[in-house]
């Protein structure tokens, strides 16, 4: 099993930054993609940005040039950079991380969500 905890978000205004940031702990080996997702009221959850084993990211165009995704593999944690914020970008916010066991089942860990809210 892997635990995920997620901290920063909070309510801020248009244009400003937030950090968020998810701490793995647990079976973490194996863990090869680390990802958020946001859920906005009344929507489907859909992606927002990844960091695979190596480096790569992805990115929702929504958010390109603004988010920034980054991983301290040291720590276990993920981060989220998010600047130039914008109302649109109010939603719940979850990490996610995607895990390889040695027998090559995939599993998949979700945090508990953090709510960010930005107002105009």
């Known amino acids: 099993q892997v635990q995920l905890v997620e901290s920063g978000g909070g309510l801020v205004q248009a244009g400003g930054s937030l950090r968020l940031s998810c701490s793995a702990s647990g079976s973490i080996f194996g863990i090869n993609r680390m990802a958020w997702h946001r859920q906005a009221p009344g929507k489907q959850r859909e992606l927002v940005a990844a960091i695979i084993s190596g480096g790569s990211t992805n990115y929702a165009d929504s958010v390109k040039g603004r988010f920034t995704i980054s991983a301290d593999n040291a720590k276990n944690t993920v981060y989220l950079q998010m600047n130039s914020l914008k109302p649109e970008d109010t939603a719940v916010y979850y990490c996610?991380?995607?895990?390889?066991?040695?027998?090559?089942?995939?599993?998949?860990?979700w945090g508990q969500g953090t709510q960010v809210t930005v107002s105009s």
């Open positions: 996610n991380v995607l895990r390889t066991t040695p027998l090559g089942r995939k599993d998949d860990y």
